[in-house]
């Protein structure tokens, strides 16, 4: 390729744990909940990093954030994967397409039908998908908090606004569960660059009726929001302890 990832001179060397938050308000957040934790701040790309230290009680694993949309969240996963990054959890929203799967559940995707521009410049072999041993964990920390917590296929799209009723009945009976708009590029890029990548999706709205519900704008949901991002860094601060 004429131009390849790389660490730059001056920037940081990851380790090897960390989260990639996708939308605005969750990284804005992650970069808070960085700060707490002593975390030193880096701009990356339009997004931003925080890399909390060793030293800290909790561990040291980075914070990036937000990449909205296949291309700038690939873009700043081939980043993150340049300066170190080996096990990556990311955490965003999704729409549903099953009357199963309701706004405020939590769905951890497995493989993605892809609609979008990005991850067929990632090709593979056999279908990519997230990291069986690390979602078997979030399944089971989530359902002992009392979480309805689903794990399925997606589909991932670069239009939100052309999804049609033919398209998420079709997908439905298919049995794929929901609709956003990057992990099917991520997991392409991940499994290229053979890097370990598991998702952890809050249900945002639903589309299983024909009727667009969206429940985002809600102060259980935001809360709810708050609340699965400092489970995810807890998560991530045991997992890099092992």
Not at 39 to 57: C, D, G, I, M, T
Not at 201 to 215: A, N
Request: glycine share 8%; aromatic share 8%; hydrophobic share 45%.
């Amino acid at each position: 390729m004429i131009i390849n990832p790389r660490r730059e001179k001056g920037e940081p060397e990851l380790p090897a744990d960390g989260m990639l938050l996708i939308n605005p308000a969750e990284a804005a957040a992650g970069q808070r909940l960085g700060k707490d934790r002593d975390a030193r701040q880096y701009f990356l790309f339009n997004s931003r990093l925080a890399l909390v230290p060793a030293a800290h009680p909790a561990g040291s694993f980075f914070i990036a954030g937000p990449a909205v949309g296949a291309p700038m969240a690939v873009l700043t996963l081939e980043k993150l994967i340049a300066l170190g990054a080996r096990r990556i959890l990311t955490y965003g929203w999704c729409g549903s397409l099953s009357n199963t799967l309701r706004i405020g559940d939590v769905l951890l995707p497995t493989w993605a039908i892809s609609d979008e521009g990005t991850s067929a410049h990632y090709p593979s072999t056999s279908r990519p998908q997230s990291n069986t041993a690390t979602r078997q964990l979030l399944i089971e920390g989530l359902r002992s908090k009392g979480l309805q917590v689903h794990a399925g296929p997606i589909w991932t799209t670069d239009a939100p606004y052309r999804e049609s009723i033919a398209q998420v009945d079709r997908l439905a009976r298919q049995g794929v569960l929901g609709v956003d708009m990057e992990y099917g590029a991520l997991i392409a890029a991940a499994s290229f660059r053979k890097v370990d990548l598991s998702a952890m999706l809050l249900v945002s709205d639903e589309l299983w009726s024909g009727k667009w519900h969206p429940g985002f704008r809600t102060k259980a949901f935001k809360k709810k929001s708050g609340e699965m991002l400092h489970y995810l860094a807890d998560f991530c601060s045991r997992v890099s302890a092992l």
